[in-house]
């Protein structure tokens, strides 16, 4: 069964999304303000199509892999949760409703992000992740500098091809444990190399 939330504007009101057969479907033409969305359902069954989000929270209560929000515009926001391979922002190349994506002035400092691309935005305006998450800033443009330097295990995994990544690609975070399990090292032995880096954020 779909659930379709379009065409209106809410505000100040709760919308959880829980249910185990239910596609979700946020948009087009939708307004948030001051809501809470809690999201307990998988990416495959949200869709967010062009919506506005203003100061709302929204809550992953089930971490949330491989969305792609950059159809939503949103500002003053507030994220918890755990969010894996999700990007935000006005991504380019433009996808159908993605002209209207954006991200401003948001909280993500109580989010645990994995792989989480920011697109076409000012980085200055967001709370990021502290350690043990990481950000690196201007990905493409130092990619150059982080394929040069030695990384513990084979975590140089996550550097190599950002200059491949989207053009519009201002910022990627990692979640540092997730990366030391993955590719044989620690988060100590991360840190030791990103803290010499002037364009991380931790």
Known sequence: ?????EDREMEGERLELAGKEEIYFLGPNLTLRRCTLVLRVPARWLHILPTRFIDCSIQVKQELKNHDWSRAFLKGCRFTGRLT???FGHRLPHWPGRENGGIEDCDFSEAQLQGCRFHGCDMRTLRLPSWPCFTLLDPI???????????PGRSHIIVVGLDTEPPSTVAVTYHAPTVAKRYGTTPEELKAVIEKLDFVVY
């Open 85 to 87: 391979g999700c990007d």
């Open 1 to 5: 069964m779909n659930i379709i939330y």
């Open 141 to 151: 443009g130092k990619s150059q500098e982080l394929n040069s330097l030695k990384w």
